[in-house]
């Protein structure tokens, strides 16, 4: 099967800093993967669309400069949370589209972001 | 705009019972639909999906969804829920560009 795999799981953070994200597709190539922000008891949103080697399309109301997103190889995208404030605090969740299963979405384990 | 409704926040059913979540979606003649499953703290997995074709699809864990055009509704079923089925389910169409989700549906069991 397809695997994504989410680093850290769990991220603790004071406020002000910089916190990244890793998604990792482990067993196929992904040139497109999608991350999502998740608040307690509420459905995914999506933030962003990652492109490997170009720029990440935003959603509307998304902050880029506060919400990096970096999708250099075809197996890795990142997203980094710059000067983290309490209310980034979330669940983090990427997915990555497998064209050799039909452009498949799969969804990587989901990373808890506590800013204090 | 492309929605997703999952009129259903919290359902409670009791194990063995059978199990219906709604779903209605809102674009598309010909609409790439999804069921997705997400246990507390964790990611989602595919339950199962309807491109075309046969209008009742399986899935994994012994469900079942029902794409019905006339109703633009696509909902998930199960015969007899087991207590591991607690979780949240999302619904969810494939648009243009991204995939739209409902606001899911938190499924309790009572032993």
């Known amino acids: 099967g397809a695997v994504v795999s989410q680093h850290p799981s769990w991220v603790i953070c004071k406020s002000g800093t910089s916190v990244k994200i890793e998604c990792r597709s482990l067993?196929?190539?992904?040139?497109?993967m999608f991350w999502y922000r998740q608040f307690p008891k509420q459905s995914l949103m999506l933030m962003a669309t990652?492109?490997?080697?170009?720029?990440?399309?935003?959603e509307q109301g998304v902050e880029k400069d506060k919400f990096l997103i970096n999708h250099a190889s075809l197996t890795l995208s990142t997203l980094t949370v710059t000067s983290a404030h309490p209310e980034d605090s979330s669940f983090y969740i990427c997915?990555?589209?497998?064209?050799?299963?039909?452009?498949?979405?799969?969804f990587g384990e989901g990373s808890r972001l506590t800013v204090l | 705009a492309q929605s997703v409704t999952q009129p259903d926040i919290h359902i409670t059913v009791s194990e063995g019972a059978s199990l219906e979540l709604r779903c209605n979606y809102s674009?598309?003649?010909?609409?790439?639909l999804f069921w997705y499953v997400q246990s507390p703290g964790q990611g989602l997995q595919l339950l199962l999906k309807?491109?075309?074709?046969?209008?009742l699809v399986q899935g994994i864990k012994g469900f079942e969804a029902e794409f019905k055009r006339s109703q633009s509704s696509f909902n998930l079923r199960k015969p007899s829920v087991h207590w591991s089925d607690a979780a949240e389910y999302f619904c969810?169409?494939?648009?243009?560009?991204?995939?739209?989700f409902g606001q899911g549906t938190r499924l309790t069991i009572n032993p």
């Open positions: 997915s990555a589209k497998n064209w050799d299963l039909g452009g498949e979405l799969f």
């Open positions: 067993d196929f190539q992904a040139t497109t």
């Open positions: 990652s492109n490997e080697g170009s720029k990440a399309t935003y």
């Open positions: 674009y598309g003649a010909t609409p790439y």
């Open positions: 309807y491109f075309s074709g046969d209008t």
């Open positions: 969810a169409e494939q648009g243009a560009q991204k995939l739209v």
